[in-house]
């Protein structure tokens, strides 16, 4: 360093620090990406195309409701082989979630989303040709594996390759597609034909593969299998080429290191003491929202308000349609202001009532008693019930999974997760439709018992997540 006594200035290194050719668009990969339209476009472009699989995997859950009385008169179907169609779908999707995670590692991000959008298009077909059971429950199970591997790999892909200032806004899009779709279906199935029902399931499909060629691959998957070069081009996309992605691109390099020094986690860790409080709750909480009845609720809705006595079940399933998807965007706003644990109670709560309202129309239809206040009841009941699940029970117990496994065993838990969740979504969509003809009472009472445990469940054993980072939510559970 000098004085340069003359001019009055002092004369270092400053100069060196300073770039000799200077772009006002360079932003630092902490904030995400450049600020210009172009990177963000890439990321919104990306999300589009993968949600597209979210409104796939809704326009399949939600198929059955709207068509259940159409198919069984024109197939002449039994009430055991209806069941079976709806709830196979729930066991494809639970083998198709099962070898999701391997897919996806072996053919990427976007080869596991073609590989589903293959299944879900057989499916499809194999449901519109359909001429008897056999062919149906084929097409129901392929298109049930198909968004087994959805469920899995799209809110991965979406969270790997959005910036962590828009992460978990984009993330929260794969659910609310999901209920999208499963309205969608919902409305148009009371219009049209269920074979015509089917062929509108592959029109999500089709503008996934189609939306795959323009888009990048996961960087982080491209970085986990050795791919220095396309991991850097793919991560230039994303951010735009005046980003500056060195930082961002040494963060995950780092992190993919750490994790494949991490031990390799198998099932039995999980039920080591220092996991078995996480593995209790995630395990609570996929049980208590599967048992509660929501896929038997939502796969035969329609079949629900017709045994009320409304004189068009078309009306109630409009009406949850409707509710749906206003519901399930406000409990995204409120996840993180809120929290999760009061959202859990609020909704638990919630389906409580719905279910008890639902349960005691039955039993005045039963017992002769205002009869005309019966459909308006337990369309009421129905959609109290639909509306607090999905302020809550539908998506904070993902969430909370997703938060309270240590980064070394959330692969395995993950997957043990997913197939109780899934056992439990079979168990209740094939025996729902057994239990309304034992007795409609007694099946919505039960149903509400079950919430009413989820809310001393949630009081006593779950813990808040909400603004903690993983070290202090593991520090949480340890004391």
Avoid at 37 to 65: D, P, Q
Avoid at 298 to 324: E, H, P
Wanted: proline share 3%; with cysteine.
């Amino acid at each position: 360093h000098f004085k340069d006594v003359e001019g009055g200035e002092n004369k270092g290194l400053e100069d060196l620090e300073v770039p000799f050719l200077q772009d006002a668009k360079v932003v630092d990969s902490d904030d995400g990406a450049s600020k210009g339209s172009e990177s963000i476009g890439m990321v919104l472009l990306c999300t589009f195309v993968a949600v597209c699989g979210s409104f796939e995997f809704g326009s399949c859950v939600g198929y059955s409701a709207p068509s259940q009385a159409a198919i069984r008169e024109d197939l002449k179907l039994t009430l055991a082989q209806y069941s079976m169609f709806g709830s196979i779908i729930t066991i494809g999707a639970m083998i198709g979630a099962i070898t999701s995670g391997r897919i996806a590692d072996f053919l990427g991000r976007k080869g596991a989303m073609r590989l589903s959008s293959g299944f879900c298009i057989a499916g499809w077909c194999a449901v519109y040709f359909s001429m008897g059971a056999i062919s149906l429950d084929i097409g129901r199970f392929l298109a049930g594996y198909g968004i087994g591997v959805f469920s899995y790999v799209i809110p991965v892909f979406i969270a790997e390759i959005a910036p962590k200032n828009l992460r978990g806004g984009l993330t929260t899009l794969n659910q609310l597609m999901i209920v999208c779709g499963s309205s969608t279906a919902f409305l148009i199935g009371t219009v049209i034909t269920w074979r015509a029902l089917a062929l509108t399931g592959l029109l999500p499909c089709i503008i996934l593969l189609v939306g795959l060629f323009f888009i990048p691959e996961s960087p982080r998957w491209l970085a986990k299998v050795g791919r220095e070069k396309d991991f850097m081009v793919a991560l230039r996309r994303l951010r735009g080429k005046n980003a500056n992605i060195s930082d961002e691109a040494a963060d995950i390099q780092a992190y993919i290191e750490t994790l494949q020094s991490l031990p390799k986690a198998t099932m039995l860790d999980l039920f080591d003491s220092k996991y078995i409080r996480s593995v209790i709750i995630a395990l609570g909480l996929m049980i208590f929202q599967q048992l509660g009845g929501i896929n038997g609720v939502g796969f035969y809705a329609s079949q629900t308000f017709a045994a009320a006595g409304l004189s068009s079940s078309k009306i109630g399933t409009v009406a949850y349609a409707i509710v749906q998807l206003p519901i399930t965007m406000l409990g995204a706003i409120l996840m993180d202001r809120s929290g999760r644990r009061p959202l859990l109670l609020v909704s638990a709560t919630g389906t409580f009532l719905g279910c008890f309202l639902t349960g005691a129309a039955f039993f005045l239809k039963g017992q002769l008693m205002l009869l005309e206040w019966v459909p308006f009841m337990a369309v009421s009941g129905v959609l109290t019930y639909i509306a607090s699940f999905s302020i809550g029970m539908g998506a904070v117990p993902w969430v909370i999974m997703s938060e309270i496994f240590p980064i070394h065993v959330k692969g395995v838990a993950g997957s043990l997760v997913v197939l109780v969740n899934w056992l439990g979504a079979w168990a209740v969509s094939y025996t729902f439709n057994f239990l309304m003809s034992w007795s409609s009472t007694g099946t919505f009472l039960f149903y509400s018992g079950v919430s009413a445990l989820t809310i001393l469940f949630v009081a006593k054993i779950v813990p808040e997540t909400k603004g903690k980072t993983l070290e202090e939510i593991q520090a949480c559970l340890k004391s």
